[in-house]
């Protein structure tokens, strides 16, 4: 496993992330494709021998219940001090004023209830999960600096927005004296390069890291494009947004330089996504143990120019999506 620095802050981070979204109770929340304890078991165990440290998890999946079953495994399998434990906070929990956005009621609120659920008195890496239109930046970046500064994180993350909405609110961090976010959780992949266009650039420029989400696309970069799709694919309303027939020419890109490498698809699209300088830990939500291993094996592929070339040719302007 290779160690990083979360943008360029002092928090080191493993360069492959356990996304918890694969983990909670199929019948609480949306997520039937969810594991549960036991089944979620082999998948801890094998993070922590592979080295993976950087765990994110969010307040809503699986309705709370993946950041229970992540704080049951961090005490069964590994200890508080050995992993960088992140959450998130905005979409809604409850229907009450402080079940949803990003208002003071609701971060404060939300905050404590997923420490509660993780079984600890801190996380490392506390992010808002989208941009809230609704609530003043000010508001918002003053209650997260109030979370830092009551121990209840240790550093503060975004995730999905447009470029200038994340520099308003660094912006305003300055602007109050108060805490900065050290993370882009982005969405970012073969299929979706978007973030290239001026987020990548901000990031760069401010020295915040990079931490993608969805960065085999569902798993769609992960097989041929004839291939039967899995499980989870199929009951995964997500996975709809990287079907459209511009992406078969990418897919295919993907399969012949992985055939021509003799590793799996996975190994060189992953490969791709960490080869861009501001990507720190792309997110790994794995089901099956051949996932995590594919990944820490991508650490070591070092693509050509002309493989690049050959993956980024056919990528062709579309709008962001999961903002």
């Not at 307040?59 to 200890?79: C, F, H, P, Q, W």
Request: hydrophobic share 40%; aromatic share 8%.
């Amino acid at each position: 496993m290779e160690y990083t620095r979360l943008g360029s802050s002092g928090l080191k981070v493993s360069r492959i992330a356990l996304g918890c979204m694969s983990f909670g109770l199929s019948d609480r929340g949306t997520n039937q494709w969810t594991l549960g304890d036991e089944a979620a078991e082999p998948l801890f165990r094998q993070a922590v021998e592979l080295g993976i440290t950087f765990w994110d998890t969010a307040n809503m999946y699986s309705a709370g219940s993946s950041e229970e079953i992540v704080g049951r495994a961090l005490r069964k399998y590994t200890d508080r001090d050995s992993i960088v434990l992140a959450t998130k906070v905005f979409f809604p929990v409850h229907d009450g004023p402080g079940g949803s956005g990003l208002s003071r009621k609701a971060i404060l609120e939300n905050i404590d209830a997923s420490l509660a659920r993780l079984g600890t008195d801190y996380v490392d890496l506390y992010q808002i999960h989208r941009f809230d239109p609704e609530t003043p930046v000010e508001e918002t970046m003053e209650a997260l600096h109030d979370v830092i500064r009551a121990g209840k994180a240790r550093y503060i993350g975004a995730s999905s927005m447009w470029a200038w909405q994340f520099a308003k609110m660094q912006h305003a961090a300055d602007l109050g004296g108060w805490t900065r976010f050290v993370s882009m959780q982005n969405q970012y992949s073969l299929l979706q390069r978007e973030e290239e266009r001026e987020m990548f650039g901000l990031l760069a420029d401010q020295g915040v890291g990079s931490i993608p989400w969805s960065p085999l696309a569902k798993g769609r970069l992960a097989r041929p494009w004839d291939e039967r799709s899995s499980q989870r694919a199929q009951v995964d309303p997500l996975h709809a947004r990287y079907q459209g027939d511009e992406n078969k020419p990418i897919v295919d890109a993907v399969r012949r330089v992985a055939e021509a490498r003799g590793v799996p698809m996975a190994q060189v699209a992953l490969a791709w996504v960490m080869h861009n300088p501001v990507v720190d830990a792309p997110i790994v939500g794995p089901t099956k143990a051949h996932h995590l291993s594919d990944a820490v094996a991508a650490l070591d592929l070092e693509l050509t120019v002309d493989e690049i070339t050959t993956l980024e040719e056919p990528y062709t302007p579309r709008l962001p999506s999961g903002y």
